[in-house]
């Protein structure tokens, strides 16, 4: 069975420090295309998540300074998080119980990723592939 663990296990942990401001995390997320990303403190706790959404409406929309505004001013708290030994279908429910595209991946209360639903959809596209090719094998025999 894949867990969560097994989608995230061999990414870089993004995240940002809670010091850093709107525009070092959105500097951040462009570098490396990613739409959301986990704020954690000084103890490397997960604090917040900072979204392309949270940067439209909180920063943009009020027409903030993205340089000068502290990322604590604008993160969204974490609604939900999912443990690495959970399974995507866990991950997928949850998302859509919370509204979220994206949950921070913790193991115990460390913080370990973040899960994106583009991550969940790729796993179900490739069990959905490796279903197709038992099937096709099967009907080829």
Excluded at 42 to 47: G, R, T
Excluded at 80 to 108: F, Q, Y
């Amino acid at each position: 069975m894949i867990t969560i663990r097994h989608v995230v296990c061999d990414r870089e942990p993004y995240f940002v420090r809670d010091t850093a401001t709107a525009l070092d995390a959105a500097d951040y997320m462009a570098s490396r295309n990613i739409g959301a990303v986990c704020v954690l403190d000084p103890d490397e706790k997960l604090c917040g998540i900072f979204s392309e959404r949270d940067l439209l409406k909180r920063v943009v929309v009020r027409k903030l300074d993205p340089a000068g505004v502290s990322i604590r001013d604008v993160m969204s708290e974490p609604r939900a998080v999912i443990d690495c030994g959970d399974t995507p279908r866990e991950a997928l429910e949850r998302m859509e119980r919370v509204g979220s595209r994206h949950l921070p991946v913790v193991d115990g209360d460390r913080f370990i990723g973040m899960l994106s639903m583009r991550d969940i959809m790729r796993v179900e596209l490739g069990e959905q592939g490796a279903e197709l090719q038992l099937l096709h094998e099967y009907i080829s025999h």
